[in-house]
């Protein structure tokens, strides 16, 4: 499977990762059963599986605070993403 995987376009022109790398990886790395590899190889891979579940739910049945919980999980996920990727390319720490 990791054959097929496509490669990071901006890591083959920048050389920098991007907000996505290691997406692909985690998401073998849970078919696998690798749960704890897949949240080191990208953290968000759980909120952003959690939200993806959420929203196939709720196209189905209509929660009653839907919206706010979509919203919490959005926000969840790209802080999820932007604080990993700054831990990883070490611009703070």
Do not use: H, W
């Not at 376009?9 to 050389?15: A, L, P, S, V």
């Not at 839907?66 to 932007?82: A, D, H, N, P």
């Amino acid at each position: 499977m990791e054959k097929y995987m496509l490669p990071c376009i901006n890591k083959k022109i920048f050389g920098v990762d991007c907000l996505g790398c290691g997406m692909q990886r985690a998401i073998s790395l849970l078919f696998q059963g690798e749960f704890k590899a897949a949240f080191y190889m990208y953290p968000a891979i759980y909120p952003l599986l959690l939200l993806l579940v959420f929203l196939g739910f709720n196209s189905f049945m209509k929660f009653k605070y839907g919206q706010l919980i979509k919203t919490g999980l959005m926000i969840t996920s790209v802080l999820t993403i932007i604080f990993s990727y700054v831990i990883k390319m070490k611009i703070i720490f």
